[in-house]
């Protein structure tokens, strides 16, 4: 008995999942920029000491930052350190990257658009590699916390499948099952 799906139908709903995830994401990004934070290199930042310093706890009566901030952790203040990538905040990153999320989720569920947005959809998910693999190493340095490391040993090797699943996205649908 042939099996009463088409690749096409089965594509679309891959495609529809790809969506509803990178929705949600998306909608993360806005509601709770926190969670991602860690996730943003510091090499992409640009260096911005006193609101670094108010987010994390306050800066104290001379001017600097709590020991006890996470500012050490997620890139806080350094002063005198050069960063050539740096064109934005992290906060602007994290924005950017939920906006482009957003334009995903829409792009992958339009069949016309859907190599366009698979293609860059899966060069995003390579990008964010870096930033994955940076959060990790800071986990595991001196300022980094047992939750951190546990966090982010186990948020770097989801990147694989779903670099995996966005460039499936891209090949063309096939009619039918092979077994039809």
């Known amino acids: 008995m042939p099996f009463p799906r ?8 891959s495609a529809a999942a790809m969506s509803a995830l990178l929705l949600a994401s998306a909608m993360k990004h ?9 996730v943003v290199p510091d090499y992409l930042c640009l260096e911005d000491t006193h609101r670094q310093g108010l987010r994390d706890g306050g800066a104290t009566a ?9 500012a050490a952790f997620d890139g806080g203040p350094e002063p005198g350190r050069r960063r050539p990538l740096a064109v934005m905040t992290r906060e ?11 334009a995903a989720a829409v792009g992958i569920l339009v069949p016309l658009t859907r190599k366009a947005a698979a293609t860059a ?7 964010f590699l870096a930033g994955h693999a940076d959060a990790l190493r800071r986990a595991y ?23 995996v699943w ?11 099952w092979p077994w039809q």
């Open 62 to 70: 001379s001017g600097s930052v709590p020991a006890t901030s996470t």
């Open 6 to 13: 088409s690749g096409r139908a089965f594509q679309s709903l």
């Open 30 to 38: 806005f509601r709770d920029p926190g969670f991602f934070r860690q």
């Open 141 to 163: 340095s001196s300022q980094g916390t047992p939750l951190q490391r546990k966090v982010h040993t186990l948020r770097l090797p989801l990147q694989g499948p779903l670099i």
């Open 92 to 102: 602007e990153w994290i924005a950017v990257s939920g906006l482009l999320e957003l």
């Open 121 to 127: 959809l899966t060069a995003m998910f390579i990008v």
């Open 166 to 176: 966005a460039w499936s996205l891209r090949k063309p649908a096939l009619a039918s």
